[in-house]
Every structure is written in structure tokens, then in C-alpha cells.
DNA sequence: ATAATCGCAGATCAAAATGGTCTGTGATTA
DNA sequence: TAATCACAGACCATTTTGATCTGCGATTAT
């Protein structure tokens, strides 16, 4: 339930992975593979969304591969779940034209759930690479109050 | 990525239905079934599950049914996602014990999509089925400063 | 120029999660 | 005691996801 898929994994990995390299190194399929343990094949692909997203640079050549193409606070998670697994879509009647909910008419539920889908969206907005990669603390203090940031939910 | 399941839907939509009666009113699963066109057996399924969590309240008899056993405001949308699919995971490996994820060894990412895990946890909690369902404005202000309540993403 | 080393693209298969159906049982009450 | 309701679990179909395979295209060192 609302689970990130394996390959959004992945690619904060590779992601995180190449954010610690020095800026502009350029690493192959294969060395992040190697690192984390992911099949290469399907590292590919996932590398392959994020370049053709302008989220990474590709270089083909020997001695080629991947580098970051934005500044790690320039990409949120947001974008890389979007790079990899299209839009984020808490409803099934968010894609809207697409194929159609057979409660839509008497539906008197997806104006709120559009609301929480919203909130859910800046959430992942808010949090950059590098916040990402690196544990800062907070978001900024975008968030007030009392927002649990411990990361451990508080509930039973 | 991120989809609420159809059984959350129904059981949101049937929730909802049932704190738009008179409190305390007793509706068996055909009405419902029919105010929202939903497949019976698979609605019969989710309401058990809600009653065994103690949401709602089942009559089994001649002119039985289910009725709210909370008030609406007692209950939260996690409550609800809890009981029909199961805690809320936004990472493979937060079932902890269960199968270890390949990657666990070297993770660098877990922490902060815990937090962010958290995050989305703490949202779900605050919604109450009240606010649900009549609409109410805000979360009661508990969020801050340029969050967006509009229910439209504001991302491009 | 050409061969080695990379990424690119798409088809394809396997496994898992989900949605939906079916059959039979148990409680309550008119 | 029969009708009406929920309960329980097995079961199958569909969709989504994870993973694999095959061949192509770009770049560069020699
Ligand atoms: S039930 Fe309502 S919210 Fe859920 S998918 Fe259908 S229209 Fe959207
Ligand atoms: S990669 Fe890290 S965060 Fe993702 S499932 Fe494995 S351990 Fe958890």
C-alpha cells in the first residue's frame, strides 16, 4: 500500500551514489551495479529515464557513462518518481480522460483525496537530492509546529 | 506509483455514505452497493474488515446491517487504509523482519524516506473522516505558511 | 577505418499484487 | 423455523511490477 516501487529505489541509489562522487565524475552502469548490488539490465533502464528526464547526463564512449546533469538540490523526489513511474496518482481518476471510475458520478469522496494527493505531492516536492543524500536535519523550516520529523511514526 | 487501491476507495465512499445518515443508522451492504455501484461480495469483504477493526458496527439479522461504531471524527484515513490493506509502507524494507531487501547492506536512502514516510503517515493521521466528508477547509491549522490546500498540484 | 566500450530501445517473460467471484456457514429475529 | 443478514475462505482473472534478452547506435582510442 503506497509503496515506492524498486526501480524509484534504484534510482535514489544511483542517484545518492553519484552525489557523493566529485562533481561532474562520470561512473558507469556497471560501478553502481556493483555497488548496490542491482542487476545491471534493469539499472539500465532506470539510468536511461533519468537521462532521457534531464536528471542525469549520458555519455556514450568508452570511459563513458553517467553524471549528475543538475545540482542534487535542483532535483526533489519528487521528479525522480516522476521520471521513473510517471505521475504521482493517488486516485485511480486522477489521470482523468484516461479510463473513467465507475463511481465518479456519485463519488462525493475525491475532492478531499485530491486535497491529501496535493499535500502528498509538495511533500515529495519539498525534499531535494541533496536534503536526500545528505540528512539534513529539516525541511527548512517549511513545515511548523508539530510536525513529527523524527522519521518514526508515532502512532500504535 | 503511490495509488490508493480500489478497496480503500469503497471503503471511503462507504464510510462516508453511512456518516450521511442519521447517526447510528443501520444500512446493509445492497444500499450501499447500490448508491455507488459497487460489486457486492467485494464491498461485503471490505466492510468485514472495517467492522473487525472496530470502525464500523455489524447487526447480523433480518434488517441488519452496518452502522458507524466512532464518531467520524475519530476515525483518520489511516485508520482506514490500516484496516483494509495493511500498515502503510512506503519502503520494501520497513515490514523490517519480513524478507530482506538485496540492497540493505549498503542503503544510504533509508532514512531519509523514512522521514519522508513519516511525513506522509502524520497527513493521513490528521484527516479525520469528518473533515472528510463535509469538506472542511483546512486540516485546523496545523499546516502552515505556503502549504497547498487547493487540492491542485501546483507542479508543472 | 575499425574495433572496443559504452548507452539506447523495445520486446518479452515471470512473479506478485490486486480486483473480483463463488460457495458455504453462522447469527439473529420475525 | 425460515428468511435475512453478515462471516469466512478458497478461488480465478487482470494488472502491475520486476527482471531478462536481443540487437542497434554513438563515441573514441588505436
Ligand atoms: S471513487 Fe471517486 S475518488 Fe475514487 S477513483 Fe472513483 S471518482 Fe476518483
Ligand atoms: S534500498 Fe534501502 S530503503 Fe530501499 S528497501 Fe532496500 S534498504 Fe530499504
Redesign the pocket.
Known amino acids: 500500500?503506497l509503496?515506492l516501487?524498486?526501480?524509484v529505489?534504484?534510482a535514489l541509489l544511483a542517484l545518492s551514489f553519484l552525489s557523493q562522487q566529485e562533481t561532474g565524475k562520470v561512473v558507469?552502469?556497471?560501478e553502481i551495479s556493483e555497488a548496490y548490488q542491482i542487476?545491471t539490465?534493469?539499472l539500465?533502464?532506470v539510468?536511461?529515464r533519468l537521462?532521457?528526464k534531464g536528471i542525469l547526463q549520458?555519455?556514450?564512449?568508452?570511459?563513458?557513462?553517467?553524471s549528475l546533469k543538475k545540482s542534487s538540490k535542483d532535483v526533489s523526489i519528487l521528479d525522480v518518481i516522476n521520471a521513473i513511474?510517471g505521475p504521482v496518482a493517488i486516485l485511480s481518476c486522477s489521470d482523468s480522460h484516461d479510463k473513467t471510475c465507475q463511481q465518479i458520478d456519485n463519488c462525493d469522496i475525491r475532492s478531499p483525496l485530491e486535497k491529501i494527493q496535493g499535500k502528498i505531492m509538495w511533500l515529495l516536492e519539498e525534499m531535494s537530492l541533496e536534503e536526500f543524500t545528505h540528512s539534513v536535519p529539516t525541511t527548512g523550516g517549511v513545515l511548523h509546529g508539530s510536525i513529527n520529523l523524527s522519521g518514526q511514526p508515532r502512532y500504535h
Not at 58 to 66: E, I, R, V
Open positions: 500500500m509503496k516501487t524498486k526501480k529505489d534504484y558507469n552502469i556497471w542487476p539490465e534493469i539500465a533502464k539510468l536511461q537521462s532521457k549520458s555519455h556514450h564512449a568508452p570511459k563513458g557513462g553517467y513511474d
